[in-house]
């Protein structure tokens, strides 16, 4: 047998007109405050939770701040320990030259003083073979 | 409750006013109660949820922007609890025992209206216990409740076709189960 939609709609208006009753309202709603209560006092206030955001993000910026910083320092000591050891091993001025102009970093200088070296020794080495013959 | 109350009660209720508070649950539990007792076919089920839902309209209560409607978004969080439940595999569509029935008589002292919850909620129950959460839940809205489809998409974020085919898929497996329980009673 077909239902047809009118009696379906018929039906649907029956459920619709039919609201379900709540009964204790009072006490549901007295619950409810109480579980609210229960809440907010776990939760803690806005103002801290405000406070504990800025103070993380201000601690993460100033922790990339030393980093930089550090890197910085760094750099500007390996300068300084450069002209020092410059002074030390008197590098040749091309490789004092090559370190102002490229910013060329300390193992760069030495590698070119190394070099500097084994060219001068090269040069002398002839110079003697010559003297000898 | 006019808008502009409501409007203060809630801007009472986000700096911690519990007073406030108290008179939205008053206002809305009503209505929060008849859509879920009708989502969930179970009195006892449907007052937890209820619970629920005011607590989650408390915690936030921050987020709720007053050019929405307010009913709208506690709609919204209802139904979202009712679907969770429904989806969980904990849900199940349970029928009242008899003890059970008695004891609710017995605590309650509108008896007629204990009789009206109970067999309200065996028949939407047996009528839509075929149909998805959310061929449900819009069944419910739209037939049960009277909500417009406009509202209906802002409760769900459904798109205006998914809830007409819900709609249709619904009222096709109603009337299905209405044939069958009608050929049931000829063929007795």
């Known amino acids: 047998m077909v239902i047809k939609e009118n009696k379906l709609d018929n039906l649907i208006q029956k459920l619709q007109s039919t609201n379900p009753e709540l009964l204790d309202s009072e006490l549901l709603t007295d619950s409810i405050m109480l579980k609210i209560k229960d809440k907010s006092k776990n939760r803690k206030p806005t103002v801290l939770m405000w406070v504990r955001t800025l103070s993380t993000s201000a601690a993460i910026l ?56 084994s060219i001068k020794n090269k040069i002398y080495k002839s110079f003697d073979q010559q003297l000898k013959k | ?44 089920e449907a007052k937890d949820t209820v619970q629920e839902t005011f607590i989650k309209v408390w915690l936030n209560l921050s987020a709720y922007k007053t050019d929405k409607k307010f009913s709208t978004w506690i709609y919204a969080i209802a139904s979202n609890l009712c679907l969770d439940k429904l989806k969980s595999s ?47 839940i819009v069944f419910t809205l739209r037939y049960l409740e009277e909500i417009e489809i406009d509202e209906i998409i802002q409760i769900t974020g459904m798109t205006p076709a998914k809830i007409k085919s819900n709609l249709y898929l619904a009222r096709q497996s109603i009337r299905r189960k209405l044939e069958i329980i009608q050929n049931q009673d000829y063929g007795n």
Do not use: W
């Not at chain 2, 059970?100 to 067999?119: A, G």
């Open chain 1, 62 to 117: 100033l922790v990339g701040l030393f980093c930089f910083q550090q890197n910085e320092s760094v750099s500007f000591t390996s300068y300084k320990q450069t002209n020092n050891f410059n002074l030390k091993i008197n590098i040749d001025s091309i490789c004092l030259q090559n370190q102002h102009t490229s910013g060329a970093n300390l193992l760069a200088i030495y590698m070119c003083h190394l070099n500097q070296n």
């Open chain 2, 1 to 44: 409750m006019d808008k502009s109350t409501l409007n203060e009660l809630i801007a009472s209720s986000k700096l911690n006013d519990h007073k406030a508070f108290r008179k939205i649950v008053e206002c809305y539990q009503y209505m929060i109660y008849s859509l879920v007792f009708r989502m969930l076919c179970n009195e006892e």
């Open chain 2, 90 to 136: 904990k849900h199940r569509y349970q029928n009242t025992t008899i003890d059970e029935k008695l004891y609710s008589l017995i605590s309650n002292d509108s008896v007629e209206q204990t009789i009206i919850n109970s067999e309200l909620g065996e028949i939407i129950l047996r009528l839509t216990n075929e149909l998805t959460p959310k061929q449900k």
